[in-house]
Antibody, heavy 117, light 106 residues
Framework: QVQLKESGPGLVQPSQTLSLTCTVS????????VSWVRQPPGKGLEWMGA???????DYNSALKSRLSISRDTSKSQVFLKMNSLQTEDTAIYFC???????????WGQGVMVTVSS | DIQMTQSPSLLSASVGDRVTLSCKAS??????LNWYQQKLGEAPKLLIY???SLQTGIPSRFSGSGSGTDYTLTISSLQPEDVATYFC????????FGAGTKLELK
């Protein structure tokens, strides 16, 4: 069955770089696209960016300058790297399968990331 | 950016009620409107895509409608398990979400 699972550090210091991994199973990354979506505690959802089945990427323009999404299809993993973290980047980070009509039909459980010194 | 405004932000209703949640876009989004349900401590779940297409496995009491800038999610008969926050999401440029409607039992 389709599964996505996020992993990464729970705590990141301000100005440092966040690295997250989304490990997927039950589907192929060469046939499906994956987005990262985040949610600050008690707040709404923000799409961060996507890596398409062909390997191209799209990013939220508000985050584009400090965000990178990549993948390793042999390991069924998608990676997020975001630099210059600030306290407002504290959030739950989700990876999700993204359809061509940009709806998100399978989600990981999410990983909480706190930016604090 | 296309801004999505959901109303109300909090809705109290009784079991069996017909419930209507609204979502308004800052410009025409040509029916590229999706709805998600998020229960406390869980990931969002896709309910409706492209305005009115019911995701597989979602109960038929959920339905969507709308066009242009105005969209609606309707629950025909509220059940206790429907207590959650509901988010709308558009895709006409890059995806953006509304701030959510929290649905509670009266």
């Amino acid at each position: 069955q389709v599964q996505l699972k996020e992993s990464g550090p729970g705590l990141v210091q301000p100005s440092q770089t966040l690295s997250l991994t989304c490990t997927v199973s039950g589907f192929s990354l060469t046939s499906n696209s994956v987005s990262w979506v985040r949610q600050p505690p008690g707040k709404g959802l923000e799409w961060m960016g996507a890596i398409w089945s062909g390997g191209s990427t799209d990013y939220n323009s508000a985050l584009k300058s400090r965000l990178s999404i990549s993948r390793d299809t042999s390991k069924s993993q998608v990676f997020l790297k975001m630099n210059s973290l600030q306290t407002e980047d504290t959030a739950i980070y989700f990876c999700t399968i993204t359809t061509v009509l940009y709806y998100f039909d399978y989600w990981g459980q999410g990983v909480m990331v706190t930016v604090s010194s | 950016d296309i801004q999505m405004t959901q109303s109300p932000s909090l809705l109290s209703a009784s079991v069996g009620d017909r419930v209507t949640l609204s979502c308004k876009a800052s410009q025409n989004i040509y029916k590229y409107l999706n709805w998600y349900q998020q229960k406390l401590g869980e990931a969002p779940k896709l309910l409706i895509y492209y305005t009115n297409s019911l995701q597989t496995g979602i109960p038929s009491r959920f339905s969507g409608s709308g066009s242009g800038t105005d969209y609606t999610l309707t629950i025909s008969s509220l059940q206790p398990e429907d207590v959650a926050t509901y988010f709308c999401q558009q895709y006409n440029s890059w995806p953006t979400f509304g701030a959510g409607t929290k649905l509670e039992l009266k």
